[in-house]
């Protein structure tokens, strides 16, 4: 199991790398970033390369910043500032909760947020979660920048619709509101593992505690990660109780063709995935009910889920 | 000169290691694993998976652990590197590498310096870690040997001698030991850590031999298909490519590899000829200069198949019309066999109480990280190969002199190497041949080692594979009259070694229990995938499972307590010897004793409380409990009860090397390399008990095969506490006598009067007079005039022991004469957790109770139990080897096959208890399997206890919340309609 033989650089400007895009555009060049995704399907020779670009230099994709209401994530971010970093913490918790759920340390020390989101693999946490939090992923071209909803950046299985002359440069998150809360929830076989299912939520009240926003996105089911927007409509102004939560679950049909494996089946899948949208909004639900200067109160919490 | 030369990118780095700035050039595709391994010979950092799941290869780059095999040289250009090399050494280890040495954290040590780099990382940023920061921390570090226990244990201890401030701690001694107490029991530290914590282990991949070449497959990419056609002149225009070898190649150079089954018709190579009968067979071997070439000219070879059925299913394989494998054999049963012990159809028909399941035990194995690897090495003037492997395997050297054909004695298989685990499956004859007879052909050393996909597809070192019907009868009180099992076996493409292990249950076919009758009626099927190797116990494992589950499905039906219904079949203390219907004989047990102890230990008062508790948390909590017991020390019986033309076997011995040299030290050499089982500290210990000397005058060498003398049958079936007991007893008292004698020279005294009493041989009557064992040691090499007439200079004694039991074979029949020589048991109580609504498993406690007789290193032992547990869980719960309907493999990495880690295996609690072997000098018991083989029916019987309230009967293993689903819908349909 080692790589195949490619041609490796290591650019040391954005420009350089993007001038190396679009001229080596026709032959084939990879970007390696951590490595964490790419470095096993190089040693398993499920691609060849004719070029490894290495972004690690370039140190100003490594950033955490905060701007207009939003948390600006460089590209080379490793899975590990997602845990310590204080901005994130504080300003997109569910994606801090997500990112325990990521590998290991020894992962998460390499992995890049970049990396992990082109990669796409439809079980990741990222993908979900970008997904539930309405985020922008900026590419960037010699020709100029662009900004996808994962809805349109993520296309397929380990499919993306970023062109071969582009590179990611970062996501852009939105903080998340006073009066809001969050929820993830994931099942793999084993901690650290790609997720059977995982279910990101957010979701907040008004001062009659009656939703406002929410949104509500499953990975590991289908080819990408999904939103369930019927779902979330349903629950717009309405109380978060458990039982309105279970029940727009219940009738919200995915609409996708679920994923089945060794792991675990489609008809396995569609049970975890309402069993985690519930335990996620559920979650998001008491959040922001508590965090809600109106709210207080208690959400009803029962778990007899049939 | 060679045309196509693949340009291969080479670039100049600047590496700062272990303190040291180091300049180099290095091809950009070549990973950090390899550059450190390779071209700084720093082999203390393991290639484990090569895709960043086991951990093995964790290194600190600047600072923070990471995976080396995910990342390029070229990328840690320019920073700092810090490998297990750099931490410490053994005389000065830092107080991780201390710790791990201490806690016994290890078996084989292949995963070792991974998990302290791991560890280290954690330390270095959280100096105060909590129990749950250190699992998580380590949770992508795998282990196959003893678990996490005894590593996280180690982990809180060196974070407290770290925050005490002590920057370096040693290695305790191996003479932790009470003066004047035996060294039998005592919890001796184990002299081969001191080496693994400091990266000083010398696997098979480390050994680099001068112009070595390099191997990798071309696999096939069918289960089953003719090879029509093979084209591999492009491979061998690559540069760096010296030869690719087809089957037909290697079948002319070396003959067939030998089978332990009489299948004539069945002739097994290392590369297939003409045929291929499984996905990943290998086709052709790339020989190059290294492995990264020998890879890129195996994809330029073209095969062209004619692609036939797949065989994939045992029991669809032997039915009339299935495809098959071997045309000449004629069939795909390799063997079947009715073997009848008492009136089992009477009894059936006149018991009051009959049950009956069906069972799959799907593949599983040891799965150990270091693959299988071998060096063969060819010396043409001398005539004599020479092979180094990651095996333990016994007879190698016959099975090599006979498929080389040459005579044995120029073979020279080295025994000295540490191996990365084994659990039974690195036999490897397959890959040793291989490398013998490429090393011959090309006359070049040449190095094999498997990768993650060639061992995990081709390996044959998967364990069995089993469909059971098994039914029991019993009296009205549950007491068992009669079993009868009928059992289809999935051995693979062909029979192997691993085909053999559908007959050892009949060693201990009714385990613990008092069963009057017994039919065991079992084929052997071959199938397209890998062969069968022999794992934990020899396929006793699924036979105590069966066993177990239809004692639990009797307790269910009669509704009787299953400690109860167990306690009421027993064999009891007073009944050893006991025969069994097949004629194994047991020598001795307690087995109600052991099971009051761990009902209490499990604390069995408090179950109710906590099933009400996890119901409220959502959870369905249940109670496991198994009753297992482990043959130990067989005779080879069981290959004479296979295929008795082949195998007339009625023994089983094991030799041993004693030397006491002029200064006085002792060296005792074995005739096996050990793969985690800490040979050289038991046997140290041995010696000091037999002598009376310390352990620092010892020191254990192995000899290599064959060539020098050691006739040995190997790390097989639970033997060497026996056998080594018995070999080193032996000659250690005919060194004892000769010594004796000297002294008694030197006294000027009878030599009935002198005794050996801490280090010096006196006269017992008048202690005062006496002389050194040292001055005895050197007058026996120096002053002849002090040897009794006739007596040879020197201390130098072999000695085989034979099988203390006296047998004779099987009869034609299938009935033993005697078993086993002695027989270990256990208790597991595992209580597990299942989620109501996600039905995730979770491995909440466990107990176990292990009696093995005298404890000759209770801190080794303990560490089988923990670490057959690991196993036993993996099997259980998570791993398999799946293929699809057309044959192919879909666990071929770790992503797909789940080796449980640190958050999926939960803390022990042990407890021993000794019930003497009376076979055995010091009451020794086998204490390989009693682990593993006990864990898996306690565990299911724990799911299934958990999933009461939805009535499920778990009939397969593993057991996963994906089959818990499906059997709960199915229930709930079935209620509701």
């Given at each position: ?6 041609s490796?650089s ?9 001038a190396?895009?679009?001229?080596g555009?026709?032959?084939e060049?990879?970007?390696?970033a951590?490595?964490q995704?790419l470095?096993p ?5 499920l ?13 100003q994709l490594?950033?955490?910043e905060?701007e207009?209401?939003?948390v600006?994530?460089?590209a080379l ?9 204080d ?7 569910l994606m801090?909760d997500a990112a325990?759920?990521i590998?290991y340390p020894?992962i998460?020390?390499?992995?890049t947020i970049?990396g ?13 979660v970008?997904?539930?939090l309405d ?5 960037q ?16 299985p380990?499919?993306?619709?970023r062109?071969?002359?582009e590179?990611?440069?970062e996501?852009?998150v939105p903080s ?5 809360g969050?929820?993830?929830?994931e099942?793999?076989?084993r901690?650290?593992d ?13 001062s ?10 499953l990975?590991?089911i ?12 349903m ?26 494996d060794i792991h ?5 899948r ?13 979650d998001?639900s ?10 207080g109160g208690q959400?009803?919490?029962?778990r007899?889920?049939? | 000169?060679?045309g196509?030369?693949?340009l291969e ?7 700062n290691?272990?303190g040291?700035?180091?300049?180099l050039e290095v091809p950009v595709r070549k ?18 998976c ?10 600190l780059v ?10 390029l040289?070229v990328?840690?250009d320019?920073?700092?590197?810090q ?8 005389e ?15 078996q084989?040590?292949?995963c070792?310096?991974g998990?302290?780099m791991a560890?280290?990382s954690?330390?270095?940023e ?5 129990e ?21 244990k180690?982990v809180?201890d060196a ?11 040693a290695?305790?001694q191996?003479s932790?030991?009470v ?5 039998i ?5 184990v002299?081969?850590d001191r080496?693994f ?14 112009n070595?070449?390099?191997?990798a497959m071309?696999?096939?990419?069918h289960a ?6 093979l084209?591999?002149?492009k ?10 070898v087809?089957g037909e ?5 070396i003959g067939?590899?030998?089978q332990m089954?009489d299948?004539?018709?069945v002739h097994w ?5 003409g045929?291929v009968r499984y ?15 020998a ?6 070879v073209d095969v062209d198949y004619d692609?036939l059925?797949?065989?994939?299913d ?10 098959i494998?071997?045309?000449k ?14 009136d ?13 399941e ?10 150990p990280l ?11 003037g ?5 092979v180094?492997?990651?095996h ?7 099975h090599?002199?006979k498929v080389l054909d040459?005579?044995?004695?120029q073979?020279?298989v ?10 039974g499956v690195?036999r ?9 007879g490429?090393?011959?052909m ?5 190095k094999f080692i ?9 390996g044959?070192?998967?364990?069995p594979d089993?469909?059971?019907?098994v ?8 007491r068992i009259?009669a ?9 693979g493409?062909y029979?192997?070694r691993?085909?053999v292990?559908?007959i050892?249950?009949?060693t ?7 069963i009057g ?10 199938t ?7 794992y934990?116990?020899f396929?006793?494992a699924p ?12 307790a269910?039906?009669?509704?009787i307590?299953?400690?109860v219904?167990?306690e ?13 219907p097949t004629g ?5 047990g307690d087995?109600?004793?052991?099971l ?5 230990l499990a ?7 906590r099933?009400r ?5 959502g ?5 496991g409990?198994s009753a297992v017991i482990?043959?130990?020390v067989g ?7 296979m295929?008795?033309n ?6 089983n ?5 004693v ?9 005792v ?14 046997t140290t210990?041995?010696?000091c ?10 020191r254990?060498a192995r000899?290599?095969?064959s060539m020098e003398?050691?006739?040995?049958r ?9 056998m080594?007991t018995?070999?080193l ?6 060194i ?9 020279n030197?006294l ?5 009067y002198?005794?050996?009493y801490q280090?010096?041989?006196r006269?017992y ?10 001055q005895?040691?050197?007058f026996?090499?120096?002053r ?12 130098l ?11 004779v074979?099987?009869?034609p ?9 002695t027989?270990?048991?256990?208790v597991h ?5 299942v989620?109501?609504e ?15 007789g ?9 560490g089988?139990?923990y670490?057959?547990v690991?196993l036993?869980i ?10 699809d ?5 879909l ?6 096959y ?6 999926e295996v939960?803390n022990?609690q042990l407890?021993?208890?000794?019930t003497?072997?009376p076979?055995?000098p010091?009451g ?5 399997e009693?682990?593993y ?12 206890d958990a999933m009461q309230?939805m009535?499920?009967k ?5 057991i ?7 059997m ?10």
């Amino acid at each position: 199991m080692k790589p195949p033989v490619f041609s490796y650089s290591r650019p040391a400007t954005l420009d350089e790398s993007l001038a190396m895009l679009r001229h080596g555009a026709e032959s084939e060049v990879t970007v390696l970033a951590g490595g964490q995704s790419l470095m096993p399907v190089l040693n398993f020779r499920l691609a060849r390369p004719a070029l490894l670009m290495d972004i690690n230099g370039l140190k100003q994709l490594d950033f955490v910043e905060r701007e207009n209401g939003a948390v600006r994530i460089g590209a080379l971010t490793r899975h590990r500032a997602l845990l310590t970093n204080d901005l994130i913490k504080q300003l997109v918790p569910l994606m801090a909760d997500a990112a325990a759920y990521i590998g290991y340390p020894a992962i998460r020390n390499r992995g890049t947020i970049g990396g992990s989101i082109s990669h796409a693999d439809p079980a990741a946490e990222l993908p979900v979660v970008l997904t539930a939090l309405d985020a922008q992923i900026v590419l960037q071209s010699t020709k100029g920048k662009r900004a996808l909803r994962t809805g349109e950046f993520f296309t397929g299985p380990l499919v993306t619709a970023r062109e071969s002359d582009e590179l990611l440069i970062e996501v852009i998150v939105p903080s998340q509101q006073p009066g809001s809360g969050w929820g993830f929830h994931e099942v793999a076989r084993r901690h650290g593992d790609f997720a059977l299912v995982a279910a990101a939520a957010t979701l907040s009240v008004d001062s009659e505690r009656r939703v406002r926003t929410v949104t509500l996105a499953l990975g590991g089911i289908a080819d990408r990660p999904i939103r369930l927007h019927a779902c979330e409509e349903m629950l717009v102004g309405h109380e978060p109780l458990a039982d309105r939560l279970r029940k727009a679950i219940l009738d919200t049909a995915t609409g996708v063709e679920v994923n089945s494996d060794i792991h675990a089946s489609a008809d396995y899948r569609r049970h975890l995935a309402r069993v985690l949208a519930f335990r996620a909004l559920l979650d998001a639900s008491k959040r922001a009910v508590s965090a809600s200067p109106h709210g207080g109160g208690q959400v009803d919490g029962s778990r007899d889920w049939k | 000169m060679k045309g196509n030369a693949v340009l291969e990118p080479v670039t100049s780095i600047s590496l700062n290691v272990n303190g040291k700035t180091i300049k180099l050039e290095v091809p950009v595709r070549k990973t950090l694993l390899d550059v450190l391994r390779e071209d700084l010979a720093l082999t203390g950092t393991h290639v484990g998976c090569e895709h960043g799941v086991c951990g093995c290869c964790n290194v600190l780059v600047d600072g923070l652990v990471v995976r080396s095999c995910l990342s390029l040289a070229v990328q840690a250009d320019g920073r700092r590197v810090q490998t297990i090399e750099g931490l410490g050494t053994q005389e000065e280890p830092n107080p991780l590498q201390a710790a791990f040495a201490e806690n016994h954290a290890m078996q084989c040590g292949y995963c070792t310096p991974g998990m302290i780099m791991a560890a280290e990382s954690l330390l270095s940023e959280n100096p105060d870690p909590t129990e749950g920061e250190i699992r998580s921390a380590l949770s992508g570090n795998i282990c196959r040997c003893t678990g996490y226990m005894e590593i996280v244990k180690s982990v809180q201890d060196a974070a407290r001698i770290k925050r005490a401030g002590a920057g370096r701690s040693a290695i305790p001694q191996s003479s932790r030991h009470v003066a004047g107490q035996s060294y039998i029991g005592q919890r001796m530290a184990v002299i081969e850590d001191r080496r693994f914590v400091a990266g000083q282990g010398r696997y098979v991949n480390d050994v680099a031999l001068v112009n070595m070449l390099h191997i990798a497959m071309v696999r096939s990419p069918h289960a089953h298909a003719k090879i029509k056609h093979l084209d591999t002149s492009k491979a061998e225009a690559l540069q760096g490519v010296v030869r690719v070898v087809t089957g037909e190649m290697l079948a002319e150079e070396i003959g067939p590899l030998p089978q332990m089954v009489d299948l004539p018709h069945v002739h097994w190579y290392p590369l297939a000829v003409g045929k291929v009968r499984y996905a990943g067979e290998w086709v052709c071997a790339v020989v190059a200069e290294n492995r990264y070439i020998a890879e890129d000219a195996a994809e330029l070879v073209d095969v062209d198949y004619d692609v036939l059925l797949a065989v994939v299913d045992p029991e669809e394989a032997i039915k009339p019309g299935a495809p098959i494998l071997h045309e000449k054999h004629g069939s795909n049963v390799a063997y079947e066999r009715v073997l009848k012990y008492g009136d089992v159809e009477t009894i059936f028909r006149q018991a009051p109480q009959v049950v009956e399941e069906s069972y799959r035990w799907n593949r599983h194995s040891g799965v150990p990280l270091e693959t299988f690897g071998a060096i063969g090495s060819w010396d043409a003037g001398k005539r004599e190969i020479q092979v180094w492997a990651s095996h333990q395997t016994p007879n190698i050297e016959d099975h090599l002199a006979k498929v080389l054909d040459i005579p044995v004695n120029q073979v020279r298989v080295h025994q000295s190497l540490d191996v990365g685990g084994s659990h039974g499956v690195k036999r490897g004859s397959k890959q040793m041949a291989l490398v013998a007879g490429i090393s011959r052909m090309l006359n070049r050393s040449v190095k094999f080692i498997e990768d993650r996909l060639e061992n995990m597809t081709a390996g044959d070192a998967h364990g069995p594979d089993r469909c059971y019907k098994v039914r029991a009868a019993a009296d009205d009180q549950g007491r068992i009259l009669a079993l009868d099992i009928r059992c289809v076996d999935d051995a693979g493409a062909y029979a192997g070694r691993g085909a053999v292990q559908i007959i050892k249950p009949i060693t201990a076919i009714v385990g613990p229990y008092k069963i009057g009758a017994v039919r065991y009626d079992v084929v052997s099927a071959l199938t397209c995938k890998t062969n069968q190797s022999p794992y934990r116990g020899f396929g006793q494992a699924p036979a105590g499972h069966v066993l177990e589950r239809i004692v639990d499905r009797l307790a269910q039906q009669m509704r009787i307590d299953r400690a109860v219904i167990r306690e009421r079949n027993f064999i009891q203390p007073n009944e050893f010897p006991y025969t069994i219907p097949t004629g194994a004989e047991y020598d001795s047990g307690d087995y109600p004793a052991v099971l009051k102890k761990a009902l209490t230990l499990a604390n069995n008062d408090q179950w109710r409380d906590r099933r009400r508790e996890a119901n409220e948390r959502g959870k369905w909590l249940g109670v496991g409990l198994s009753a297992v017991i482990e043959p130990g020390v067989g005779t080879g019986m069981v290959f004479a009860v296979m295929a008795p033309n082949m195998h007339n076997i009625d023994t089983n011995m094991e030799g041993i090397r004693v030397h006491v040299d002029v200064s006085g030290a002792i060296t005792v050499t074995l005739g096996f390399q050990s793969c985690g089982q800490s040979h050289e500290t038991t046997t140290t210990q041995l010696v000091c008990d037999f002598f009376g000397v310390s352990p620092d005058r010892v020191r254990i060498a192995r000899a290599d095969s064959s060539m020098e003398g050691i006739p040995t049958r190997a790390t097989t079936g639970n033997r060497l506490h026996l056998m080594l007991t018995l070999a080193l007893h032996r000659a250690g008292g005919r060194i004892k006598a000769k010594m004796s004698a000297i002294a008694a020279n030197v006294l000027g005294i009878p030599v009935e009067y002198v005794e050996l009493y801490q280090g010096a041989f006196r006269d017992y009557r008048s202690p005062e007079k006496n002389v050194s064992w040292d001055q005895v040691a050197f007058f026996a090499y120096r002053r002849d005039s002090l040897l009794s007439p006739g007596m040879e200079p020197g201390l130098l004694e072999n000695a085989v022991a034979k099988h203390p039991r006296g047998f004779v074979p099987p009869t034609p029949d299938g009935r033993l004469a005697g078993g086993f020589a002695t027989y270990s048991f256990s208790v597991h109580i595992p209580i597990v957790e299942v989620d109501k609504e996600t039905f995730e498993i979770k491995v909440a406690d466990y107990y176990v109770v292990h009696d093995c007789g005298t404890v000759i290193n209770p801190t080794i032992v303990d560490g089988f139990v923990y670490g057959g547990v690991n196993l036993g869980i993996g099997g259980a719960l998570y791993e398999q080897f799946s293929y699809d309907e057309n044959g192919q493999p879909l666990s071929v990495s770790f992503m797909d096959y789940l080796l449980p880690s640190t958050l999926e295996v939960p803390n022990i609690q042990l407890d021993q208890h000794e019930t003497a072997a009376p076979g055995h000098p010091l009451g020794a018991k086998p204490a390989g399997e009693a682990g593993y083989m006990p864990a898996i029916p306690a565990i299911v019987s724990a799911v299934e206890d958990a999933m009461q309230p939805m009535g499920l009967k778990i009939t397969e293993t593993p057991i996963t919340p994906n089959i818990l689903y499906r059997m709960a819908s199915k229930a709930e349909r079935g209620t509701t309609q």
